[in-house]
Nanobody
Framework: QVQLVESGGGLVQPGGSLRLSCVAS????????MKWYRQAPGKQRELVAA???????VYVDSVKGRFTISRDNAERTVHLQMNSLKPEDTAVYYC?????????WGQGTQVTVSS
């Protein structure tokens, strides 16, 4: 059974930081591209950052220079370090694992940026 379990969300003031984690089980983690998506109320889910099996990383323009994705294949974990958070970063953040046609999602973790 495949499971992606996210943690690390919460309430933070603008300018603050959070670190999201996603632990995977039931998949051959090193061969999967690992991604973080987010969905704000009334908006479509969008890709925030990706870390490929080869080690490349990709970011949506709105988070470049503020967010960092990293993966630890030994721990089957992907992290999203979020710095300089803005109110517009408020959303449910989802972990995603993808290899060819195999796609798995976590349950999501809420991030709220507000004073």
């Amino acid at each position: 059974q495949v499971q992606l379990v996210e943690s690390g969300g919460g309430l933070v003031q603008p300018g603050g930081s959070l670190r999201l984690s996603c632990v995977a089980s039931g998949i051959n983690f090193p061969i999967y591209s690992m991604k973080w998506y987010r969905q704000a109320p009334g908006k479509q889910r969008e890709l925030v950052a990706a870390a490929t099996s080869g080690g490349s990383t990709v970011y949506v323009d709105s988070v470049k220079g503020r967010f960092t994705i990293s993966r630890d294949n030994a721990e089957r974990t992907v992290h999203l370090q979020m710095n300089s958070l803005k109110p517009e970063d408020t959303a449910v953040y989802y972990c995603n694992a993808n290899f060819r046609s195999q796609i798995y999602w976590g349950q999501g973790t809420q991030v709220t940026v507000s004073s």
